[in-house]
């Protein structure tokens, strides 16, 4: 099955900072691969998906960024992080082929983020 | 209309209670349906799939209505260990892939 290893698992970055998360992916090949935020007390926003290498979907209009180098590496990113930009950021993949729906999905271990 | 919505709670039970959350979904569309699990500062790991017919995963049962479009999930003789959040997901078909989009969570808190 497959694993998402997240990191740093906690970040404490200034305004006006560059911000970049890195999620990889074990046990399986080509995977869509999602990036979720969830600030305090909210559910999780889908922030980016990517069905492939260099294929990036941005659902939210927002100073991030994301990337997709590698077919298991799933990179977010900020020039300048905003004060908002604070939340607890989760990476996703399918439990299953995305072809499956069924399976529902399976998350890192997040990396939560505060911007001060 | 929010996507998936929830009612967020808390909902403050006694151990040994049954207890029920819904979850409302807009999208006509989607396609498969899930109940997730989130404890504090944690992340949510899949708790069951939830299907037209209903399924039952020992003291947890999920239903769906597509009619209606709403899912439940009732939790029998509740445990301590059952306090968290209880998200709902919906599956949906875009442009060629699936997206899961997440309810904003009910919490539910069971004390002794």
Not at chain 1, 52 to 78: M, T
Not at chain 2, 18 to 30: I, L, Q
Not at chain 2, 31 to 60: A, H, I, T
Not at chain 2, 65 to 75: E, G, K, P, T, V
Request: positive net charge.
């Amino acid at each position: 099955s497959q694993t998402i290893h997240q990191w740093p698992a906690t970040l404490v970055q200034p305004v006006g900072s560059p911000l970049s998360l890195e999620c990889t992916v074990e046990g399986t090949s080509n995977p869509n691969l999602y990036w979720y935020r969830q600030a305090a007390g909210r559910g999780l926003q889908l922030l980016f998906y990517s069905v492939g290498i260099g294929q990036i979907s941005s659902e939210v209009p927002q100073n991030l960024s994301a990337s997709r180098p590698q077919d298991r590496q799933f990179i977010l990113s900020s020039k300048k992080l905003l004060l908002s930009d604070s939340g607890f950021y989760l990476c996703a993949c399918p439990l299953r082929s995305q072809l499956a729906s069924d399976y529902g999905y399976t998350f890192g271990s997040g990396t939560r983020l505060t911007v001060v | 209309r929010k996507e998936v919505e929830q009612d967020p709670g808390p909902f403050n039970v006694p151990e040994g209670a049954t207890v029920a959350f819904n979850c409302t979904y807009s999208n006509s569309a989607s396609q498969s349906f899930f109940w997730y699990r989130q404890d504090c500062r944690k992340e949510p790991k899949l708790l069951m799939s939830v299907y037209s017919s209903g399924n039952e995963d020992g003291r947890f049962t999920a239903q769906l209505n597509r009619a209606s479009q709403y899912i439940s999930l009732l939790i029998r003789d509740s445990k301590l260990s059952d306090s968290a959040t209880y998200l709902c997901v919906v599956n949906k078909a875009l442009r060629g892939s699936y997206i899961p989009t997440f309810g904003r969570g009910t919490s539910l808190i069971v004390h002794p």
